[in-house]
């Protein structure tokens, strides 16, 4: 669904002329709004460039005529130094307005860039656009656009005004020649007009196929090139089996593009061997009109100067159309993902989001991750107590993460509701909402910055504040390894991505491992201790036992009677929390504490001993 005019279902097919013009006039404001300045100087540029080879043409004619005809000589040299300064602009011109395209370009772009990604930020705030795979090419293809095709836009537009001023000049210049041969260069474009039409259009559906292929292959040469990846592809022997599928998904892209040019070179080739036959003979016309006394020789210069000038323009002029065609069904990706609807309703003025008082209710709760998937959450019915700890525990796969990601309004439930302190989630600003959560994913984030802003990303606020930082490290039992570091808390997490630090020095840039790696994450999360809600997934999976036992002591004392939901496989770390929620088939199976969850026998009972009769048999007699 998109929010403004157009945009193409699948995003291949031709799009109408009015989604066109209004794609054009998006453009247009961008380029008004970003450089001004520039725009306007570019304009006048554009109109010099553009008449100055007519005035030089012209010109030329009068100082022929002027030479043959006996002309007085204080005009000749008038007029051959006005021809002097025509010859120079007509030079200069172009590489001045070649740089100010550039200029315009580069701060289109700037523009375009910064709406594309405030709008994927704004729009876009839970996640299931950005895991919608077509959705997703969109949004490629968008970012393409804005990398590239502004500048084209810029050239291209501006330099067809250039070119319909010098061809609109040549044409009347034909016209007073010869208008027969005016109308014959005209008909000659007409099918260059319509086969460049046409090859834009193929152009743009083609690169939309190879979207998908080139996003797919992208994703095979990262497997081959990346330090995390290149374990398992070495272990398994799995480097020529990924390389295969990458050079297939390649063919295929090239076999694509290779048949677009073939169709764009036999056409380009037929249609400049039409307009060699026009220019020829029009050629052979004008020196015998000339030897029969019909034109003069400053008629032939400026005919043949005309004829060049009227082909190269409307050739200019159909190219570069073509570009900007295709630079503008390029833009339909853009409008599309800058337009898009939001993926989380918000309503116009959220409910403030309130303290955590009395707690978070799953009312209800189903929920699937498309209309066509299954559901994971069938009827969810819980409530999470303010001041309380909560654990979730279930079987791989029985939805814990999703309740995570429900909780921090990532997604909306498909029925019934979420309350927090009695208000629906979906009546609040998720922004506002998630800063009241300090969360570790399970899939946590390790960011190539270095280790303080690693745990400062937590609270942008305290980015530059080293002790809170620090003491997050500390609680997360990450500190020592941390200022062991060659630089400390200043090391760069990366071996990737050294910028600003000396890349040939191998100590600069250091990877943790994993359960280093973990604790980074939780003290990220323990640096937003004081919110409402703290929510772990599985935040010590990576972590030896006397870790896991440390952190979880440290984490009950700190948070004294915060708000906490906890998952974890391993059931001796959630033994203690006021009450454990067992999910299973999309419900809430078994609720209650410990004891009583044990004494119920079910689910949680048979995990828990399984567990534990399993440390009491690895245990020494
Ligand atoms: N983004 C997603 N898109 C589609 N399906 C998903 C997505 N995330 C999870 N699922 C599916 O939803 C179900 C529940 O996944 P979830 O990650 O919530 O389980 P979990 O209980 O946290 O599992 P685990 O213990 O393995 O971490 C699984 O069947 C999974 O395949």
Redesign the pocket.
């Known amino acids: 669904m998109t929010g403004g005019p157009g945009a193409a279902g699948s995003g291949a097919e031709p799009l109408p002329a009015r989604v066109m013009w209004s794609h054009a006039r998006t453009a247009a404001g961008l380029a008004v709004r970003a450089a001004p300045q520039s725009l306007a100087g570019l304009l006048a540029l554009t109109v010099a460039a553009g008449l100055a080879p007519v005035g030089a043409a012209w010109l030329t004619r009068l100082v022929l005529d002027g030479l043959v005809g006996g002309m007085a000589d204080r005009t000749l040299v008038w007029l051959a130094g006005a021809l002097a300064v025509a010859g120079i602009a007509t030079v200069v011109l172009p590489m001045l307005s070649r740089y100010a395209q550039t200029e315009l370009g580069r701060q289109v772009r700037l523009a375009a860039v910064d709406r594309l990604y405030r709008a994927l930020h704004q729009r876009l705030r839970g996640?299931t656009k950005l895991?919608d795979p077509p959705f997703h090419t969109r949004i490629q293809l968008a970012q393409q656009f804005g990398s590239s095709s502004p500048g084209d836009l810029v050239t291209n537009g501006t330099g067809i005004g250039r070119d319909l001023l010098t061809t609109g000049g040549f044409m009347v210049t034909l016209w007073v020649v010869n208008p027969w041969l005016l109308l014959a260069v005209a008909v000659a474009a007409l099918p260059t007009i319509r086969a460049e039409l046409l090859l834009s259009r193929l152009r743009t559906a083609t690169m939309w196929r190879i979207g998908h292929a080139n996003r797919r292959q992208h994703f095979y040469a990262n497997l081959l090139s990346m330090p995390r990846e290149a374990k398992e592809i070495r272990l398994f022997g799995l480097g020529a089996f990924f390389r295969a599928r990458m050079l297939a998904e390649l063919r295929s892209a090239n076999a694509d593009s290779r048949s677009v040019d073939r169709r764009d070179l036999k056409v380009q080739s037929m249609l400049a061997l039409l307009g060699a036959a026009v220019a020829g003979g029009g050629l052979v016309w004008a020196v015998l009109a000339a030897r029969s006394g019909q034109l003069t020789i400053g008629d032939v210069t400026v005919f043949v100067a005309a004829v060049a000038g009227v082909q190269g323009g409307l050739s200019g002029i159909v190219g570069q159309f073509g570009a900007v065609h295709h630079a503008l069904m390029m833009m339909d990706h853009f409008h599309v993902a800058t337009t898009t609807e939001p993926d989380l309703p918000v309503p116009a003025t959220p409910a403030p989001v309130p303290a955590l008082v009395d707690g978070i209710e799953f009312r209800d709760v189903w929920f699937r991750?498309?209309p066509s998937?299954?559901w994971?959450l069938r009827g969810v019915n819980l409530v999470l107590p303010a001041g309380q700890a909560t654990a979730l525990v279930?079987?791989?796969?029985?939805?814990?993460?999703?309740?995570?990601?429900l909780l921090c309004r990532l997604y909306d439930p498909v029925r019934g509701e979420i309350r927090w302190n009695g208000v629906d989630l979906r009546d609040l600003d998720p922004d506002e909402l998630r800063q009241r959560i300090g969360t570790v994913f399970?899939d946590y984030v390790e960011y190539e910055l270095s280790a303080a802003e690693n745990i400062g990303v937590g609270d942008l606020s305290l980015l530059g504040d080293r002790d809170r930082i620090e003491a997050a490290g500390r609680r997360a039992g990450v500190h020592e390894a941390l200022t062991r570091l060659p630089k400390g808390y200043d090391t760069m997490l990366t071996r990737m991505f050294l910028e600003g630090i000396d890349s040939e020095d191998a100590d600069t840039g250091v990877l943790l491992s994993g359960g280093q790696g973990q604790r980074l994450a939780l003290a990220r999360a323990l640096l937003r201790e004081d919110r409402d809600l703290l929510i772990l997934?599985?935040p010590s999976s990576g972590l030896d036992a006397e870790a896991e036992a440390e952190i979880h002591s440290q984490l009950r004392r700190h948070r004294g009677n915060g708000t906490s939901l906890l998952?974890s496989?391993r059931l001796n770390t959630v033994r203690d929390a006021g009450q454990i929620a067992v999910?299973a088939d999309g419900q809430i199976a078994e609720l209650g504490d410990h004891d009583t969850l044990l004494a119920v026998d079910g689910v949680y009972a048979r995990l828990f001993n399984l567990q534990a009769r399993g440390y009491a048999a690895a245990a020494p007699a």
């Open positions: 996640l895991e991750y498309g998937r299954p994971v279930g079987l791989n796969g029985s939805g814990k993460s999703t309740v995570v990601k399970q997934d599985e998952i496989h999910l």
